[in-house]
């Protein structure tokens, strides 16, 4: 399966939804003021939150009208383009070498897998990669990313249940520099954000990166569970504020139908999604781009 039949696959959901009724409203209404009303609530039934639905209503309403567009094909096309400049709104992430990368995120989201997918991601680009098991609080959490980081072929790094995670991650800084590793993966245990002990963890564990790799490219990523839709947003809001995220992961895109909150995440607190989880696998994770995401959802 190609890469954008994967992202296709992976957003069918999203894309029935929002297709189907956009072509209910193409069907039964004139391009007018109760086009673009309902074409608003479509968005927002889509996961868009009310704001980014709003703007991109009102772009499409001036650029349609400027343009003299009343044809289905033409306001489709010009809604794609509209859509996927919310999308880059947020710069997106280049990820240079030497690369420290440090997930965080709630608990359930799929961390430890993501961890396997990224690893082998990089490795497929010819790099070297070691993973720290800095989840030290839930039970087997360095069981199971033992048993990705073999999948993947990679080192990991790990201590024993209940130690503190910034000894795992500097220890794994420390060996990496060491053999000269291109990437470091950082493993971190599922928190609520609400628990202000735990950001500071996170805060904590960003501090030893920093210090013992002023060098490297470090970089925060936000693993989101594409089926938590709009809450998702604030998430991101919270974990931005304590440790100033980077990109975005999406999981479970597959399992979504509301895939359009990606637009208000993008848009309205300008941190990109960096890659997208497509399936079960190790080589289910793509480099998220907006163009396809776009037309994969329309």
Known sequence: MGLFSKIKNALKKTREGLSGALSKLFSKNKIGDDFYEELEEILIGADISVTTADDVVEELRAEAKKEK????????????????????????????????????????????????????????????????????????????????ADRAKVRIVKHEEGSDPS?????????????????????????????????????????????????SNFYKLLILDATTGGNAVNQAEVFDEAVELDGIVLTKLDSSAK?????????????????????????????????EFIEAIL
Request: charged share 25%.
């Open 69 to 148: 567009l009343k044809d289905k094909e033409f306001v489709t096309d010009l809604l794609k383009d509209v859509l996927e400049e919310k999308l880059n709104e947020a710069e997106p992430l280049e990820i240079k070498y030497p690369a420290v990368i440090m997930l965080v995120g709630v608990n359930g989201v799929g961390k430890t897998t993501t961890v396997g997918k990224l690893a082998n991601y990089f490795l497929s680009q010819k790099k070297s990669v070691t993973v720290a098991a800095a989840d030290t609080f839930r039970a087997a959490a360095a069981d199971q990313l033992t048993v990705w």
């Open 259 to 291: 895939g359009g909150f990606v637009i208000s995440l993008c848009s309205e607190l300008q941190i990109p999604v960096a890659f997208v989880g497509t399936g079960e696998k190790l080589d289910d994770l793509e480099a998220f781009n907006a163009e």
């Open 167 to 215: 000894a795992v991650v500097f220890d794994a800084l420390t060996s990496a520099k060491a053999k000269g590793t291109d990437v470091v993966i950082i493993d971190t245990a599922g928190r609520l954000h609400v628990k202000a002990n735990l950001m500071e963890e996170l805060k904590k564990m960003s501090r030893v990166v920093e210090r013992e790799c002023p060098g």
